[in-house]
């Protein structure tokens, strides 16, 4: 196994966790929060709606707190604030930016001449390598337990693979939700761990109530995969309302999604449709009730700070 630095070592945190960035939930409370307690955090750029509110956030975060974190970054087309969202990451110096959905190259060119360390969601070995070629200074390995876009292979095979064939460190995503298993993933080579679902019914989430009870209601029998909302695989909640409508995308959605000239502008349709509707139920009561979870979903019992999240976490 090679010597690879932890997220430990990598971030300078005790602890060798990220709370991951959360569509809609991840804030500057949680992440202060976090790094107060000895782990890292990050958050999605997509988070704030204009750029003033993202300067706003990071500076906040770094007014509380010396501790590192992150920004994730959507770099492909369907994000059409990607340019002018990483040029803000680069000119406030964020400590390091988590690349998704798209390549990593620009991103990695520009941070690196700022200091910027750059780690990039990858679901196979396949593209890590592509990433690592072009500079990456950790991947993300998101598997088959990840909550949101999940990959389709397992923990123990994704980290094992990569750590065999990747000489940067291997931060597993999917499937730890305690401090055992974190242990567990580090044992397979992995760095550490990012960690999403568990953090989801924290008090400081500003999401509705409804959301958050619902995250104590469930359990991993009830996360399922749709492609209904972004046009990929996407694991969600179960719901009744969910069970109502079905799973997956209409037949003519899936039958324009063949056509290689319109697949790129129906994706882009329905991935807009669908982060709206995720909103409107995320930040409100509703019955159309799309919300993101993982399978570590089991491992929620209670509405509670993000403190005593960590604490349970890393009790022995």
Same mark, same amino acid.
Not at 105 to 118: M, N
Not at 297 to 308: A, L, M, S, T
């Given at each position: 196994?090679?010597?690879?630095?932890?997220?430990?070592?990598?971030?300078?945190?005790?602890?060798?966790?990220?709370?991951?960035?959360?569509?809609?939930?991840?804030?500057?409370?949680?992440?202060?929060?976090?790094?107060?307690?000895?782990?890292?955090?990050?958050?999605?750029?997509?988070?704030?709606?204009?750029? &003033?509110?993202?300067?706003?956030?990071?500076?906040?975060?770094?007014?509380?707190?010396?501790?590192?974190?992150?920004?994730?970054?959507?770099?492909?087309?369907?994000?059409?604030?990607?340019?002018?969202?990483?040029?803000?990451?680069? &000119?406030?110096?964020?400590?390091?930016?988590?690349?998704?959905?798209?390549?990593?190259?620009?991103?990695?060119?520009?941070?690196?001449?700022?200091?910027?360390?750059?780690?990039?969601?990858?679901?196979?070995?396949?593209?890590?390598?592509?990433?690592?070629?072009?500079?990456?200074?950790?991947?993300?390995?998101?598997?088959?337990?990840?909550?949101?876009?999940?990959?389709?292979?397992?923990?123990?095979?994704?980290?094992?693979?990569?750590?065999?064939?990747?000489?940067?460190?291997?931060?597993?995503?999917?499937?730890?939700?305690?401090?055992?298993?974190?242990?567990?993933?580090?044992?397979?080579?992995?760095?550490?761990?990012?960690?999403?679902?568990?953090?989801?019914?924290?008090?400081?989430?500003?999401?509705?109530?409804?959301?958050?009870?619902?995250?104590?209601?469930?359990?991993?029998?009830?996360?399922?995969?749709?492609?209904?909302?972004?046009?990929?695989?996407?694991?969600?909640?179960?719901?009744?309302?969910?069970?109502?409508?079905?799973?997956?995308?209409?037949?003519?959605?899936?039958?324009?999604?063949?056509?290689?000239?319109?697949?790129?502008?129906?994706?882009?349709?329905?991935?807009?449709?669908?982060?709206?509707?995720?909103?409107?139920?995320?930040?409100?009561?509703?019955?159309?009730?799309?919300?993101?979870?993982?399978?570590?979903?089991?491992?929620?019992?209670?509405?509670?700070?993000?403190?005593?999240?960590?604490?349970?976490?890393?009790?022995?």
């Amino acid at each position: 196994m090679k010597n690879t630095p932890s997220v430990s070592e990598l971030l300078g945190v005790k602890y060798p966790l990220i709370v991951a960035p959360m569509f809609l939930i991840s804030n500057t409370k949680m992440v202060i929060e976090a790094l107060n307690f000895g782990v890292s955090a990050a958050f999605p750029a997509l988070n704030y709606r204009t750029d &003033e509110e993202l300067i706003d956030a990071i500076r906040t975060i770094k007014k509380a707190s010396s501790q590192s974190f992150g920004v994730n970054l959507i770099v492909n087309k369907s994000n059409p604030k990607y340019k002018k969202q990483l040029d803000i990451l680069v &000119e406030e110096g964020v400590p390091y930016i988590i690349t998704s959905l798209g390549s990593p190259a620009e991103v990695i060119e520009k941070a690196h001449q700022k200091g910027i360390k750059v780690f990039c969601d990858v679901t196979n070995l396949e593209y890590a390598l592509k990433v690592e070629k072009l500079g990456a200074d950790a991947v993300i390995a998101v598997n088959s337990k990840a909550g949101g876009h999940c990959g389709n292979i397992s923990p123990k095979q994704l980290i094992e693979e990569l750590t065999a064939n990747c000489s940067i460190p291997v931060i597993t995503a999917g499937g730890v939700a305690t401090g055992s298993q974190l242990e567990e993933a580090m044992s397979w080579g992995a760095a550490g761990a990012s960690v999403g679902t568990i953090f989801i019914a924290c008090d400081e989430a500003d999401i509705s109530q409804e959301y958050k009870q619902a995250m104590v209601d469930y359990g991993a029998k009830d996360i399922i995969l749709t492609d209904r909302i972004s046009g990929s695989h996407l694991t969600i909640i179960n719901t009744p309302y969910v069970q109502k409508i079905g799973a997956k995308a209409s037949w003519w959605e899936r039958t324009l999604l063949k056509n290689k000239w319109l697949k790129k502008y129906v994706k882009m349709f329905i991935y807009v449709r669908g982060m709206n509707q995720v909103k409107k139920a995320a930040e409100g009561a509703t019955y159309k009730t799309f919300w993101c979870a993982g399978p570590s979903i089991e491992y929620v019992h209670k509405i509670q700070p993000i403190k005593n999240i960590l604490e349970d976490f890393f009790k022995k």
